[in-house]
Structures are given as structure tokens and as C-alpha cells.
């Protein structure tokens, strides 16, 4: 048994913990503030590799796994924690509105075919029968049927019960370093006060940087904020998960639908800003116009994990006892399965679920050098 210190409360740390305390481990995850507080509540909840990919490769591969992983997943969760995450396989639509966006969505349609996915290329009025709320100037449209969404709240709040009943324990308090001892790490600096552990687990999110000795540099992982509105509009106005070139919409079962998101270098400031929100509003009505009378009931923002090359950090770090597993961006929601299992297969040596060679730590400073 290994004693594990995971630095970050967030749904990569919370979901690293579950699964190294379900093999055995003892685990103690480090939050500064409340566990699923930052980004990992801040999200849509979409799990949608195809939606997300810009062309087939190894962050698709990651992303598909994890997306095959999710039912089986939240059903443990949910049996866990009593808490139903809401997994809903709603699937989605990629619209296009003009000639140049059908040209992109039907090259998308040809890689993705090639590659043997799920995927439809549909016209606008294909698509106005599936979703019938959607606007008529939309001329074209990908639909994604495997794709699916989650409420993060809840998958937070399932997370954190079922990784403390799974034998966690969580400590509140800001981690101002890794301590190392002839190039390996043997723990903490917890608010001064030097934890042990055998193995600790860098899952600190847009903050990982800022810990010191971690070997991450601010170059490599920056915050990128992205504002987000709720609208009610009472009614459910459509099902699947609707993606435009300005943005998306997420319906969820009770008639709510999240509307996001911006891609904003704000530094940590997590405002909402009338530019922001006027974005996310005019995007909105043009994507389902019903919508231009719902209420707005919510509004708030999030700090992605940006990486340079946008993929994500799973693999050992520079130090001996240290892994990360950071840096999700715009996926982390969708990758926590298979970030927990991959965390687990390095620990423990066995031959990792997907190739984590473009995943590794030092990929940075190779293209550096
Ligand atoms: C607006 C928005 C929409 C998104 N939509 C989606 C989506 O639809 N689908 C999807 O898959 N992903 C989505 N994402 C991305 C996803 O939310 C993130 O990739 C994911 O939450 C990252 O998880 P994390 O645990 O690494 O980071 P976080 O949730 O930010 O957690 C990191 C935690 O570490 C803690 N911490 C940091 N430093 C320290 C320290 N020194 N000591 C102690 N604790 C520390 C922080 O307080 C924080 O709680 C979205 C993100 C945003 C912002």
C-alpha cells in the first residue's frame, strides 16, 4: 500500500483518489478551497471527443476511450455516492450557417468516416427534424449520436462522497511546493508543514505552475477563462447537444439549457463581462431562436487548464514519486475516467489502456530545446 498525497480537489484529483483508494492505496487529496469549486463545476458537462476533435489523432483516441468508459463510470458513481451525476447519451449536432461552415463540417464528416465513427452529415431541414426548435437559417449539420453530456455539480458531489467512503480523506489547505529529497519527491509543503507520501499526484488544474519546485512552467499550462449563462426557458426546446462556430448549447433534462462558452487569456480573473455575456445571449437566440424569451437565471465563469499544444498532461513528472495528471482544457470533464485508470496503470507498471507518449510531461521542454 502507498501513501498518496494528490494536490488539487478538483475532478481529476477527486478522480484519481477514488480509483487509487478503490485499489488500496491511502490517499489524502489536498484542496485549497472546496472541492470541485473551480472548473470542474464551472463546466457544461459535455462528453463529446468528436465534437471537440479538430482531426483524428491521439487526443481523440484519449477522448473515445474515456467517452466508452463514462456509463459503466457514472454508475458506479452513482451507486457509491447516491447521487445520480445525470449521464444523459443526448448526442449532438454540429451546425453550419453559411457554405464555408458546411465545407468544414463535410471534411470533418470524411476524416470521421475514414476513421469508422458514428457520424451523419444532414441538411438544414434533416436537422430542423430531429430538433425542430432550430433555427432556419442553419444550412447544414454533423450529428454526433454517441455523444453525451453530465451535470458536473452532481458529478462533483458524487465524486467527493464516493472517494471519501472509498477510504479518501481530504485536507483544506494551499500546497506551496513539492519537497525533494536527491531528485525524488517525498511529499509537501502544506501551508508550511511537510506532508509524506511515497507517491504525490499534481492535479492543481490552471494552477499547477504555480506549485512550486512541480517543473511546469507558466508557458506550458495557462488559465483560460470561459464564461457561461444559464437560460430557463421552462420548457425542454431540444435534446441534443448543439455546437455553432460561436458556441454551444446544452440542454439539460429539466428544461434548463447552459449556454457557453468564451476562450478568454484573463489571467486568473474569473469576472463575467458584458462582452462575455452578450456573446453567449446573441449566439444563443441565433442557434434556437425560442430562446431570445427565456429567462436568465444563472451566470458564471471558469479557468480551463490551457495547454500549448491543448493536450492534456498524464505521466510521470521530472521528479521521481511525482505524476501529473493536469492540464485537461476544454476535456477534462470527459477525460476523468481515463485519466484515473491511466494514473493507476503508471503506478502500478502495467501496460497503459491508450499510448501515453504524447501525453508526457517533458514533451515541452523537448520542443523548447
Ligand atoms: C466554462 C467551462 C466549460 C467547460 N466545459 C467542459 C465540457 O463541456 N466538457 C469537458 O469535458 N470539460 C469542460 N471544461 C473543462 C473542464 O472543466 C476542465 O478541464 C476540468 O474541470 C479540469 O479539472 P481539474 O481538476 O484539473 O481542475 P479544477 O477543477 O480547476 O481543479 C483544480 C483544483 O486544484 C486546487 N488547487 C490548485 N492549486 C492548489 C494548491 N497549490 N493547493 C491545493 N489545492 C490547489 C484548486 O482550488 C482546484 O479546486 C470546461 C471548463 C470551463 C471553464
Known amino acids: 500500500m502507498n501513501r ?45 471527443p468528436q ?40 448526442g449532438a449536432l454540429q451546425l453550419a450557417f453559411d457554405a464555408e461552415q458546411r465545407q468544414a463540417l463535410e471534411a470533418q464528416y470524411a476524416w470521421q468516416r475514414a476513421r469508422g465513427l458514428d457520424v451523419a452529415l444532414l441538411s438544414g431541414d434533416e436537422a430542423r427534424r430531429l430538433e425542430p426548435a432550430l433555427s432556419p437559417a442553419v444550412e447544414a449539420a454533423l450529428h454526433l449520436p454517441r455523444e453525451a453530456q453530465v451535470d458536473p455539480s452532481r458529478l462533483m458531489r458524487a465524486l467527493t462522497i464516493a472517494a471519501s467512503r472509498a477510504g479518501c480523506t ?11 529529497r536527491s531528485g525524488r519527491c517525498v511529499g509537501v509543503d502544506l501551508d508550511g508543514q511537510h506532508l509524506q507520501a511515497d507517491t504525490v499526484v499534481l492535479a492543481a488544474g490552471a494552477w499547477t505552475p504555480l ?12 488559465p483560460m477563462r470561459g464564461q457561461m449563462a ?9 435534446r441534443c447537444l448543439l455546437k455553432s462556430p460561436l458556441g454551444y448549447l446544452v440542454p439539460r433534462q429539466d428544461g434548463r439549457v447552459i449556454a457557453g462558452s468564451t476562450m478568454e487569456f484573463a489571467g486568473f480573473d474569473k469576472s463575467v463581462t458584458v462582452e462575455g455575456l452578450a456573446k453567449l445571449l446573441s449566439m444563443a437566440q441565433r442557434v434556437v431562436p425560442a430562446l431570445a424569451t427565456a429567462p436568465v437565471t444563472g451566470m458564471w465563469s471558469g479557468l480551463r487548464p490551457w495547454t500549448q499544444d491543448t493536450k492534456p498532461i498524464i505521466g510521470f513528472g521530472h521528479l521521481a514519486g511525482l505524476i501529473l495528471a493536469t492540464g485537461h482544457f476544454r476535456n477534462g470533464i470527459l477525460l476523468a475516467p481515463v485519466t484515473a485508470l491511466l ?14 507518449v504524447p501525453f508526457r510531461a517533458d514533451r515541452f521542454a523537448t520542443a523548447r530545446a
Open 170 to 180: 481530504f485536507t483544506s489547505g494551499l500546497v506551496r511546493g513539492l519537497v525533494e
Open 4 to 48: 498518496i498525497l494528490v494536490v488539487g480537489g478538483g475532478i481529476m484529483g477527486t478522480s484519481v483518489g477514488l480509483q487509487l483508494a478503490r485499489a488500496g492505496h491511502h490517499v489524502t487529496i489536498i484542496e485549497r478551497g472546496v472541492p470541485g469549486a473551480e472548473a470542474s463545476s464551472a463546466a457544461a458537462g459535455m462528453l463529446a
Open 343 to 356: 494514473v493507476e496503470q503508471l503506478l502500478t507498471g502495467t501496460p497503459p489502456a491508450v499510448d501515453l
Open 51 to 90: 465534437m471537440e476533435a479538430q482531426a483524428d489523432g491521439p487526443g481523440l483516441t484519449l477522448g473515445l476511450k474515456s467517452r466508452e468508459l463514462y456509463p459503466a463510470w457514472v454508475t458506479q458513481l452513482a451507486t457509491a455516492s447516491g447521487v445520480d451525476p445525470l449521464y444523459v447519451p443526448s
Open 211 to 222: 506549485v512550486g519546485g512541480a517543473g511546469v512552467s507558466g508557458e506550458t499550462i495557462r
Open 230 to 238: 444559464e437560460l430557463d426557458p421552462k420548457l425542454p426546446l431540444h
